[in-house]
């Protein structure tokens, strides 16, 4: 079981940046994929970055590339998401997200674990 608990999230004028934190806890972690999806309303959960667990490979959504940074921290437990340069467009509900599977995958089912999601809301 992993437990994953997001922090940082907040309110923030277009090109401004956010940092998104999350603490994992349970065993395996640094073995696990880790995720940031985000849902705003009416849309679908999409995957915004993910990072396998030795950091070697990472995933980012066309909408945020250039612009968001994900990174994780084995030792800590914690994976983050820096945001800079944040649009109106980029408001969303952010959750972190972990997989036992071995490579990045797009598909939220895919995704075991999650934490309980931290609101962005960019003003224009």
């Known amino acids: 079981q992993v437990y994953l608990v997001e922090s940082g999230g907040g309110l923030v004028q277009a090109g401004g940046s956010l940092r998104l934190s999350c603490a994992a806890s349970?065993?395996?972690?640094?073995?696990?994929?880790m995720g940031w999806f985000r849902q705003a309303p009416g849309k679908d959960r999409e995957l915004v970055a993910a990072?396998?667990?030795?950091?070697?490979?990472?995933y980012y959504a066309n909408s945020v590339k250039g612009r968001f940074t994900i990174s994780r921290d084995n030792a800590k437990n914690t994976v983050d998401l820096q945001m800079n340069s944040l649009k109106p467009d980029d408001t969303a509900v952010y959750y972190c997200?972990?997989?036992?599977?071995?490579?990045?995958?797009?598909?939220?089912?895919?995704?075991?674990?999650w934490g309980q999601g931290t609101q962005v809301t960019v003003s224009s």
């Open positions: 997200t972990a997989t036992p599977r071995p490579a990045i995958t797009t598909t939220p089912s895919d995704y075991e674990f």
């Open positions: 349970g065993r395996t972690f640094s073995t696990y994929v």
């Open positions: 990072i396998t667990w030795t950091g070697s490979s990472t």
